[in-house]
């Protein structure tokens, strides 16, 4: 078996060869999630990370997980030399991360996690996010990152907003509906459900363990700021605004998305029109599941993976249809997509680093 | 305190006074809350539980938190002196509960709470479920038990059917709106999530911890048993016949329903004013309240409660609103509506039994 | 049904009578527990909630369940009219509390659920709480409140030291066979298994759903504050000092103590003897549970009632044996044996307000 | 990168000279592991699954999760043809495994996850077992593939008997320790927590959501069928007969094993030096952690990996040690040790296979 052992070694030689890459923000469940993810991936050497209030802390105490894997030490983003980096992840809070990576040296591609250029009109960002845009030039170069959607756009990037959790359980399924024509820009609900570590590691008394377990609860009900990005993107499939009602809720999970959203067909279009349509759509891509007819996914599918799957669903009200969709919301709502669009940009095959199974159960 | 010992000692006095009661169907969960509640329970005295397979089985290997309370044997139905009672409540399952019914002597107050004789149309019964109904002179007799909505017929009736979870968590928010003309009938979404007692006890390959903890998903997608239970509420409501989208979800928790439903509001109309009509409707109800402007109440406020909570809100899209609606599904419900429905047939105060606090965290 | 309002509105004037108390640190989770139990006292009136930060603010905002009770104002301690109140639960963090006590008008009734006065010798706490004690002479006046074991000291004291949720699953258990000399006080192993809600209700990052769930772990290995309140307990009952190892974990579930203590017997004993020395013992306790032969307790059968019980087991290394305890530790842990402790002060019968049923599932 | 690509070109030629394997009983949690981790291992090709009573139904029925994935149907036993398979993996429940397996050709290297060859003494399998072994020869041929302790023969063996997923967690931290005798053999006490996947995935009333979720117990006391497997090992280590007290407790979570073990060090002994003792011998180790000073593992930091974690303390009681040990019962406690031991017996680096991080949170 030398092969084999060979390859290893020559796996090993490559990823000498591979791409540097620094992640700013590592000490969140992004960042961690991003770690996570090329720590498989045979292209990239992680040679940075950055966290601002836990710098210098061994990677044991904030997160035992990653204690003995092989990684830089946690230092302030003013420590880390960008000449030695080709690309950053970038997993910064909101608001902070324009200023951040309007300082960052022209050569380096750049996939920001944060919600900060992901709203193409920056009045909107200023009326969602209470403050002006602090880099609004820098907004008008930025590429919204739904993979499937702009994977051209993506390549020629060097800066690519990667889309919020909720937008891309959303946006996946309605776009190519809206597109065609099959469905109505009118009265499009989305009741959308997700697991705990949307809301981010900080400690916060809504969040504990005790307060969470055994219960369920509606929260941002009508002003939640992944509302404007949805409808962005569903506006541009429409090609005219579209307003929609979205309810995010929280589930007494760590991870995934559930989105169940109600929608009004066009005259002379049915359910069974819209799951062709999108089969056609994502026949050949690698992340995105059309179901059977009458299964509805669960997020159990597709935890740890980069996955979205749809189930389509006529209605019992004539003219009306439902659509389930799941993802995790930690890899194709934030990390997995990240490392998606950076294999785009970098002219790697997409599923690079993102091909294990979902661990189920 | 003597004062003390002799009331707890006339207590126990009335006690003896009190009125005897047979649970058939102890050995599911809506059986065992109903002896939860009526333990509780200051003029009732249970005298039979009956369970079929589990006939004759101790207490503790059923029920181990149960197992020290002053209860008598399981036993088969055959088994029970139905003359020394004076009141049934009926936990079996859809199908075969309306033959036991139709076979218990006439002096019984009933209260049934599977699904047997909620519908008033036998042949939507048939549909539903698959088969004609056993019992369709008796199911004339039955009245709707939605207190709120029918405590007159109630106080008269002597076979009550006990309102489904999900119906119950959305008819108590709806009904008074439709009927007050404030929401159109056209277009009601209700977008609902429960907990696993929902699916009962029985032993499922697809309700064990391992295939439900920390995931998420939606059944029965536009046919679930319960769609006709809540039209027929929304139609009487609202004078004409109404149809619903509802989706029902599966939630990693163990008690609680949480139903988002999203309306469009009559013209003129606004959630202000569909605030103020639950408001009017409720002020003097025991078990339903409308939260505050902004607030949306979480299934951890009504667990081991009877109680039902209601945040209304305008959506972001003209014209719309959205109501969020808590019970915890096996206390209003189920047992604990069958409890407030028996307080109402035997003129006791509506509470009775019925005011203990949330048990939260 | 006269009889019964009457005995509602009878129920209601005495009600009037009934001890006005004062619960301060109502913030936290055995304050608000507490006001849960309270409400559901006959012979009880709330006559005053203290929380620091929180004084002023509205209960919807601190604990929605609380929201529609009849309860009054949370204030600061300072704007309590002690005179007013007969008796005091302190929910107060340890260190704070000894200070807040010492200042207490000195006909109050006092049950302190803090770790302030549990442990008899001031070294002791000195040593493991890390600062002097700051009212010793009141130390050397309380009587440590495990009802089962101290039940005539209770009645007679004005400061009871409400045990710890660990030394109680642990001591009710263990002093009895101590002291009846079937166990030896040497190799005593404790393993301890705790919900969430023990450590209590403030934000912290490890607390956090998401770090939490789905997962286990030990904690303070080898030194919990804990071990030195079991020792003093197994200490008083073998007469003779005792060492115990105790290693505490931590369980994704809100509420719950399980213990599991391994133990040599002593020549000549058995499992069987220790199993009927604990029924001998407890057989007429109200809340003390001594499962069969053969049956291990979960802590599903406890939650929300202040039962402590055990189970007993031959192990199969002969001359050894395992016990397991469980209790709620909001409830027979804190809140439930403080209101136990009350009753015994107050004169009352024991389980008044106690008998309250199981919430299962 | 047309390098990238070749490299992955490459990758998929061997995949087609990779070993073809088998695996029996895919229908459970085992099978589906190992599914799950073999399609990440580059050098194996799935080449036959089987399941007996869901023989022929689709995977999206079975397992969602692996839907989509390159698999093979699934199969009766009957209907492979095992000439053209190189290795199985057996993931059949306990009692028929030994009989499928002795029929099977003897060019096949076999992995067997059920517990049918763990223990040596066929007499010992009968008393715990309740039956006669059915193939006592193929017993004595069966290697006991605890990996770090027994690569040699591993590498050698046809037949090799997977650990349970409790041995596991207890022989890596104590086998060195009694062999090295910082350790006596006397008063061994393993206090061991497990997630529900132990279970297994048969519909079970007991192992429903709703019984599990928020509550815990202990089961099997004194008589879990690990036990003479934990001494089997023990007793190989210590060259003498070791007894152990044993209890395993069932935790609302779906992953992962935490061993509390409670030992006495021999006279001159330390935790410091059973601390390095464990270091040295776990040095180079891929997959067995030594946690530092303090350090007590989480099982949050092992789901999904191969990893076992051991933390080491000095106890309070002088002359004791209490260890703690992590691993994922589905990985390290089944699939993913059966995987090491595949790649040792095909002589392929060990962790081939086994590389990825920790699903964490």
């Not at 961690?32 to 991936?41: F, K, P, V, Y």
């Not at 889309?163 to 099959?182: D, Q």
Request: charge should be negative; charged fraction near 15%; aromatic fraction near 6%.
């Amino acid at each position: 078996w030398l092969v084999v052992n060979d390859r290893l070694q020559t796996a090993n030689d490559e990823r000498l060869m591979s791409i540097p890459i620094a992640i700013l923000g590592a000490s969140g469940y992004t960042g961690a999630e991003t770690i996570r993810l090329l720590l498989g991936h045979p292209q990239v050497r992680i040679a940075a990370l950055t966290a601002d209030a836990q710098a210098g802390k061994p990677m044991l105490e904030l997160y035992p997980h990653l204690a003995f894997a092989d990684l830089p030490e946690l230092v302030r983003i003013e420590a880390v030399d960008f000449s030695a980096v080709d690309a950053v992840f970038c997993c910064l809070p909101h608001g902070t991360t324009q200023q951040v990576i309007a300082g960052l040296p022209s050569h380096l591609k750049i996939i920001d996690l944060s919600a900060d250029f992901r709203l193409a009109d920056v009045q909107s960002y200023a009326q969602w996010y209470d403050h002006a845009h602090q880099a609004p030039q820098l907004q008008r170069e930025a590429v919204y990152g739904l993979t499937e959607q702009a994977r051209r756009e993506i390549k020629e990037a060097r800066l690519v907003a990667n889309p919020g959790c909720y937008p891309t359980s959303v946006l996946l399924p309605l776009m190519p509906l809206l597109a065609s024509g099959l469905i109505l820009k009118e009265g499009i609900i989305i009741d959308a459900k997700s697991g705990t570590t949307g809301a981010g590691r900080s400690a916060r008394q809504t969040m504990i363990f005790s307060e969470i377990s055994g219960g369920l609860s509606a929260y941002g009900v009508g002003h939640h700021r992944h509302t404007p990005e949805i409808e962005q993107g569903l506006s541009r499939a429409a090609g005219e605004a579209v307003s929609v009602s979205f309810t995010p809720h929280l589930v007494p999970m760590s991870r995934g998305i559930l989105s169940t959203m109600y929608v009004t067909l066009a005259p002379g279009a049915d359910a069974l029109a819209a799951r062709e349509c999108l089969q056609d759509i994502y026949r050949h891509e690698p992340f995105v599941r059309v179901m059977p007819q009458g299964v509805a996914p669960s997020t159990h599918e597709v935890r740890g993976t980069n996955e979205c799957r749809i189930g389509i669903f006529a209605d019992r009200v004539p003219g009306r249809a439902i659509l389930v969709s799941v993802i995790d919301n930690l890899v194709k709502g934030a990390a997995g997509q990240a490392v998606q669009n950076f294999n785009v940009m970098m002219g790697f095959p997409e599923p690079l680093g993102l091909t294990a199974t979902a661990l189920f159960p």
